[in-house]
């Protein structure tokens, strides 16, 4: 069974660090595409940053560029989210999924973690 | 940055009624769109990538269809347990975007 558990999701204040965590299992992670999607309280969902299977290529949404950082660990099926420089407009629950297809990107998402909150505020 | 428009914002309908959700994309994206649906405190739920190709589970009376700008997904005969926020999603260019979403109800 596929499973995407988030964590490290806290309150921190503007201007602060956090780290994400998407642990993987139930599928070879090494062999899929991942993402980070947002969404704000009672708001839609924001597409954040992605990563290639490899993890040598990575894509940011203009929000959060240069500010976060997205990697992963192949060899312990785990996904990050280095989150820097946070602003109010960055509270959201932040998911983790996988891409449909492996050893490709298709970048369309078919198994989501239950997501990791994450506030900023002083 | 592909703009995808959703509409109705809302939708009211009986069980057994049909359901038209729309997704209109600001330039082409081809048949690169993928519907997900969340119900209220769950992640999405893939159900439906490259316009039409259904994902894994998804029941029959489920179907997507369009190419280019307009794109659409059908619920033949509306179950109560549809209720949720529905979502298109394009892949034909960075960023990667979401529509506002269409919330489905039961009248």
């Known amino acids: 069974e596929v499973q995407l558990v988030e964590s490290g999701g806290t309150v921190v204040q503007p201007g602060g660090s956090l780290r994400l965590s998407c642990a993987a299992s139930g599928f070879t992670f090494s062999n899929f595409a991942m993402t980070w999607v947002r969404q704000a309280p009672g708001k839609g969902l924001e597409w954040v940053a992605g990563l290639t299977s490899s993890g040598k290529t990575a894509y940011y949404a203009d929000s959060v560029r240069g500010r976060f950082s997205i990697s992963r660990d192949n060899s312990k099926s785990t996904l990050f989210l280095q989150m820097n420089s946070l602003r109010a407009d960055d509270s959201a629950v932040y998911y983790c999924?996988?891409?449909?297809?492996?050893?490709?990107?298709?970048?369309?998402?078919?198994?989501w973690g239950q997501g990791t909150p994450v506030t900023v505020s002083s | 940055e592909i703009v995808l428009t959703q509409s109705p914002a809302t939708l009211s309908l009986s069980p057994g009624e049909r359901a038209t959700l729309s997704c209109r994309a600001s330039q082409s994206v081809s048949t690169y769109l993928a519907w997900y649906q969340q119900k209220p405190g769950q992640a999405p739920r893939l159900l439906f990538y490259d316009a039409f190709n259904r994902a894994t589970g998804i029941p029959a009376r489920f179907s997507g269809s369009g190419s280019g700008t307009d794109f659409t997904l059908t619920i033949t005969s509306l179950e109560p347990e549809d209720i949720g926020v529905y979502y298109c999603q394009q892949r034909r260019g960075w960023p990667l975007t979401f529509g506002g979403g269409t919330k489905v109800q039961i009248k």
């Open positions: 999924a996988k891409d449909v297809v492996p050893d490709d990107y298709v970048w369309v998402f078919d198994f």
